[in-house]
C-alpha cells in the first residue's frame, strides 16, 4: 500500500534552504576549557595591579586601616560607621604580605579574582558552560571591573558575597523541596558576610531576590514534573518566602551584630552607614547639581562596544520573559537578571543624589549593575552563535556598539553632544563603508555561507574591541605618582627610623605623604609642623648605638624652604639628605635625615 504525499512549491523552497549553523561549533566543548577561567581570574587584573600608584582615596582609607584616622582632616565624619569587614582583613594581609609599593591592591586584585571565578561557577550551575565562559570572558575585560581593582577598598568584595547568596538561594529553590537546606545556610552566612563588608548591598540583594519570587510559577524547577503537579502554587509560594526570610535572619544574625552595636554608640548611624563617611570626593561625573544626562552618558560609557548586545539583549530578554516558551530554565535565569539589572539601575542611580557618598561605594554600586548587564550580553552573544537572532539585527547590534563609542569619544565634557571634528567624520565614514561592504559580501556570495562569515567576524571584532577598551581605559600612573613611588624607594634605603616630623609651608599637606610615612615605618612617632622646626620638636636618643640600630629621625619637607630647618642647623644637628629633591603637587619635596645631637642638649 502506497501513500501519496502532495508537498506544494513553497514547502519545497523552504526545506532547499540551507539550515543556520553555529557560529562557533568549538563553544559546544566550553566544559574543558574552563581551566581559561584561571586566566581570566588573574590575568587581565595584572594590568590594573601593576600600574597602581598612591593616590589620595588610597591615603584616606590606608590611614584608617592603620588606626591613624584621626590624622583626617575631617575627622568628624563617623569613619567607623562603615561596615568592617573589608578594613580588618585588609590590615591582616598587609601585616602578613608586607609593606611594597602594589600590596595595598591585593586584596583587591584577589577579590576581584574570586568574584570572577564565582560568577563562573554561578552561571554554569543555573545555565551552560558556554554562557559560562563567555559571560566570564566579557566580565574580566570590562572596564568598571578592571579600574576599581585600584580602588584598596576592594568594591569586588562584597560583590563575591552577594553572587554567593544568589547561588545558595537559587539552588536551593531549584534543587531541596523543604524550607531549609545547607545550600541556604551557606546563602544566608554569605549575605552577612556582605552586610559586614558591603552595608547596604545585602538589603539591595534581598530586594532582588524578592522581587524574583513574586510570581513562584516560574521559578527554577528541576525536579519531576509529576512532584511539582502534586505541589500547589500557594505552598510554592509560601515556601519560597519563608526560605527568604530564613536567608534574611541567618544573614542579619552573621552581619547585624555589628550595626546594632555601632548604631548604638554613633550618633546618625544609618544615614552614614548608607552614605558614606564623607572621603575624598572623587566622582566621575558629581555637579553641583545632577542631571539624568550624565547618568545616560555614563552607562554608555560603561557599557562601550557592548551597548548594542546590551540593549537588544534586554529587549530580546524581556520578551522572552513575558513569553515563557521554550527551556524553562534558560527563562528563569532570564526573569532573574532581568530584575537584577533594574534593581542594579535604581541603587546606582540613587547614589548619585548622595554627594557624600564615597567613591568606593559607588563603584560597588556600579559594579552591582554592571555584572547583570554583562549576563544579558553574554545571553544575547549566545543567541546570536546559535543563529537564533536574525542578520539585520547583528547588523544592528555591531553598529550601536561601535557608534557608541564615537559619540562618547567625541562628546563635550558630560553631554552626549559630539564634537563635529575631522577625526569624527572619518570614523563615521568608515563605519559607513564597512556596512556598505559587509552587505557587498552577504549578497554577492552563497546566502547562507555569507551571513554566517559575517557574523563571525562582527562578534569575534565587538569582543576584541571590548578587551581593548577595556585594556587602555585601566588608568596609567601620572606624573605626581611616578614621583612619589620614586620618593618612596629612596626612603626605603633608611632603617630604623622612630621619628619623623612632617613639615609644610601653610597648606595642608597632601594624605598621601602622611600615609607613606606610617606604610614605611610602622607606628613611629610622627609630629606634623607649619613653618619653622624648633630643636625641642625633636626626640632624639642620646644613647650610643651601632649603625644598625640606631634610632633615626627624618624631617620630610613639603613646600617647605630649607630656611625652616635654620634653628636646627645653629643648635648643632646634622642634616643628611635621604632622597633627591623633587617637586610634588606643585610643592618642593625633600627629605633629611638627622644624623647627631649636640652635647648637652
Given amino acids: 500500500m502506497s501513500l501519496l504525499v502532495i508537498i506544494s512549491d513553497q514547502e519545497l523552497l523552504q526545506r532547499s534552504v540551507e539550515p543556520a ?18 586566566l581570566l581570574a588573574l590575568g587581565p587584573g595584572l594590568l590594573a595591579f601593576h600600574s597602581y600608584r598612591i593616590d589620595e582615596l588610597s591615603a584616606w582609607f590606608g590611614l584608617e586601616c592603620l588606626g591613624k584616622a584621626h590624622l583626617i582632616s575631617d575627622s568628624s565624619n563617623a569613619l567607623i560607621s562603615q561596615p568592617p569587614l573589608v578594613r580588618w582583613l585588609c590590615t591582616g594581609l598587609l601585616s602578613i604580605v608586607g609593606h611594597w609599593s602594589s600590596s595595598l591592591v591585593l586584596f583587591s586584585y584577589f577579590s576581584t579574582a574570586c568574584m570572577l571565578i564565582v560568577a563562573y561557577r554561578l552561571t554554569r550551575k543555573v545555565c551552560n558552560p558556554r554562557y559560562a565562559l563567555v559571560f566570564c570572558f566579557l566580565l574580566a575585560f570590562h572596564p568598571v571591573v578592571l579600574k576599581q581593582i585600584q580602588l584598596i577598598e576592594s568594591p569586588a568584595f562584597p560583590l563575591l558575597f552577594a553572587l554567593l547568596t544568589i547561588w545558595g538561594y537559587i539552588t536551593h529553590i531549584r534543587s531541596e523541596s523543604g524550607i531549609v537546606s545547607y545550600k541556604l545556610l551557606c546563602g544566608g552566612i554569605s549575605l552577612g558576610l556582605c552586610l ?18 513574586v510570581n513562584p510559577i516560574d521559578l527554577p524547577k528541576s525536579r519531576s514534573a509529576a512532584e511539582q503537579r502534586k505541589l500547589p502554587v500557594l505552598k510554592q509560594a509560601v515556601r519560597a518566602w519563608k526560605s527568604i526570610l530564613i536567608l534574611g535572619f541567618t544573614g542579619f544574625a552573621v552581619g547585624g551584630w555589628w550595626e546594632l552595636m555601632a548604631a548604638s554608640q554613633i550618633d546618625g548611624f544609618w544615614g552614614k552607614w548608607f552614605a558614606g563617611p564623607g572621603q575624598p570626593n572623587i566622582s566621575l561625573y558629581w555637579k553641583s547639581e545632577f542631571y539624568p544626562s550624565y547618568f545616560v552618558r555614563d552607562v554608555i560609557s560603561s557599557m562601550g562596544f557592548l551597548l548594542g548586545f546590551a540593549l537588544f539583549g534586554l529587549f530580546h530578554g524581556v520578551k522572552r520573559v513575558l513569553n515563557p516558551v521554550g527551556n524553562q530554565q534558560e527563562i528563569a535565569w532570564l526573569r532573574l537578571v532581568v530584575i537584577w539589572v533594574f534593581c542594579g539601575a535604581f541603587f546606582w542611580w540613587g547614589v548619585q543624589f548622595l554627594p557624600q557618598m564615597e567613591t568606593s561605594t559607588r563603584a560597588m554600586w556600579k559594579l552591582f549593575f554592571i555584572i547583570p548587564m554583562m549576563a544579558i550580553v553574554a545571553w544575547e552573544f549566545q543567541q546570536i552563535a546559535l543563529r537564533r537572532v536574525s542578520y539585520p539585527t547583528v547588523l544592528a547590534v555591531f553598529t550601536v556598539g561601535v557608534l557608541s563609542v564615537i559619540f562618547i569619544s567625541a562628546s563635550q565634557g558630560d553631554t552626549l553632544s559630539p564634537q563635529i571634528s575631522a577625526r569624527f567624520l572619518r570614523q563615521l565614514v568608515t563605519l559607513g563603508l564597512s556596512l556598505v561592504m559587509v552587505l557587498w559580501y552577504s549578497h554577492r556570495f552563497k546566502k547562507e555561507h555569507g551571513h554566517r562569515v559575517v557574523e563571525m567576524a562582527l562578534v569575534i571584532a565587538l569582543s576584541s574591541l571590548h578587551v581593548v577598551y577595556g585594556v587602555y581605559s585601566i588608568p596609567k600612573p601620572n606624573p605626581a605618582g611616578e614621583r612619589l613611588l620614586q620618593f618612596e ?23 598621601e605623604l602622611t600615609f607613606l610615612i606610617f606604610y614605611l615605618w610602622g607606628d613611629i612617632d610622627f609630629k606634623q609642623i607649619q613653618g619653622t622646626v624648633l630643636p625641642q620638636d625633636l626626640k632624639l636618643s642620646t644613647v650610643d648605638k651601632t649603625d644598625s640600630t640606631k634610632e633615626k629621625q627624618v624631617i620630610i619637607r613639603w613646600g617647605a624652604s630649607p630656611v625652616s630647618l635654620r634653628n636646627l642647623v645653629n643648635a648643632g644637628f646634622s642634616l643628611k639628605p635621604v632622597a633627591s629633591p623633587d617637586v610634588y603637587k606643585q610643592q618642593e619635596l625633600q627629605a633629611d635625615l638627622i644624623s647627631k645631637s649636640p652635647q648637652g642638649f
Fill in 21 to 38: 549553523h553555529d557560529l562557533f561549533p568549538v563553544m559546544r566543548r566550553a566544559a574543558v576549557m574552563s581551566p581559561l577561567v584561571i
Fill in 196 to 213: 559586614l563588608s558591603g552595608g547596604a548591598l545585602a538589603l539591595g540583594v534581598l530586594l532582588m531576590l524578592s522581587l524574583y519570587i
Fill in 489 to 511: 624607594h629612596q626612603l626605603r634605603l633608611t632603617q630604623n627610623v622612630t621619628n619623623c616630623v612632617l613639615v609644610s609651608k601653610t597648606d595642608e599637606p597632601p594624605l
